[in-house]
């Protein structure tokens, strides 16, 4: 009886930091949409990323409380990432598309614990006023260049990063994410158009993203690796950019909406 409630509340907790994982990353996303959206029109300065993003929390009232909060909840949600890769709970299998799937799920909580990270190095001003995620990836790109076949290995990160992305924008447009959720279909109703749109959105992100990478391998020149803040710029730059960028913006900030509304209504079971 003790074991049994010890693994209850176990389970329990996991549960609790995979909602504040999952409203820690809507949080950051809709702070992402609504900066990009004032850039497009010309009302809040420098497109930036999800780093950027934190860093603008940083001057909110009581900015490092936030920063706190934000740090334990997106550790959560790298957690979470890793029991549902690791335990298979949402029945991926272990075939090459499954495999496919919980590696890409390991990779999102690598990359959500280095988010974390930079949220805690600014609580104590160990980091300066980077921006955007571009530099991360200009990084990465660049210790994957000294590796032996390193070229290979930033296209083939590129090639995983559009994958996701298409993915994503599957997951959106065929509203796969349903079978997850326990949603009452009141709610549905304009919920799911918000979390369709979201999930087409960043998977177009994601794809851009994967472009730098693979253009990067080409010319090995780890500096044309770029992340969201870069896609914001390309977007930018192109013909009807501000459309394009407040476009893009919206979609982000419902994604981030879609994070939120996951934190509420996603099924959650670590014990499978």
């Given at each position: 009886m003790a074991n049994s409630m010890k693994n209850r509340n176990h389970w329990d907790a996991i549960t609790l930091y995979a909602r504040m994982g999952y409203a820690s990353r809507g949080i950051v996303y809709v702070l992402v949409g609504s900066l990009a959206a004032l850039a497009a029109f010309g009302q809040g300065g420098q497109t930036e990323g999800s780093r950027g993003a934190l860093e603008r929390l940083l001057t909110a009232p009581f900015g490092k409380v936030l920063l706190a909060i934000m740090a334990i909840g997106l550790v959560g949600y790298a957690m979470w990432r890793i029991i549902q890769a690791v335990k298979d709970t949402d029945h991926h299998g272990n075939g090459a598309k499954g495999l496919a799937i919980r590696a890409g799920l390991l990779a999102s909580a690598i990359t959500h614990t280095l988010l974390s990270f930079f949220?805690?190095?600014?609580?104590?001003q160990f980091a300066g006023s980077?921006?955007?995620?571009?530099?991360?990836?200009?990084?990465?790109?660049?210790w994957l260049m000294q590796q032996p076949f390193g070229r290979w290995l930033v296209g083939g990160v590129g090639l995983i990063m559009i994958g996701v992305g298409i993915a994503h924008a599957l997951k959106g447009y065929q509203a796969k994410f349903d079978k997850h959720f326990a949603m009452p279909s009141q709610t549905q109703q304009w919920a799911y158009p918000i979390c369709r749109f979201g999930l087409v959105i960043r998977g177009l992100v994601f794809v851009i993203v994967g472009?730098?990478?693979?253009?990067?391998?080409y010319q090995i020149n780890p500096n044309q690796a770029g992340g969201m803040g870069e896609v914001f710029s390309t977007?930018?730059?192109?013909?009807?950019?501000?459309w394009l960028l407040g476009f893009v913006a919206l979609g982000l900030f419902a994604f981030g909406l879609y994070s939120l509304l996951a934190a509420v209504y996603r099924r959650i079971n670590p014990e499978v």
């Open positions: 949220a805690a190095t600014l609580i104590f980077s921006g955007d995620s571009g530099g991360g990836s200009q990084g990465i790109a660049g472009s730098f990478f693979i253009i990067a391998a977007l930018r730059s192109q013909p009807f950019g501000q």
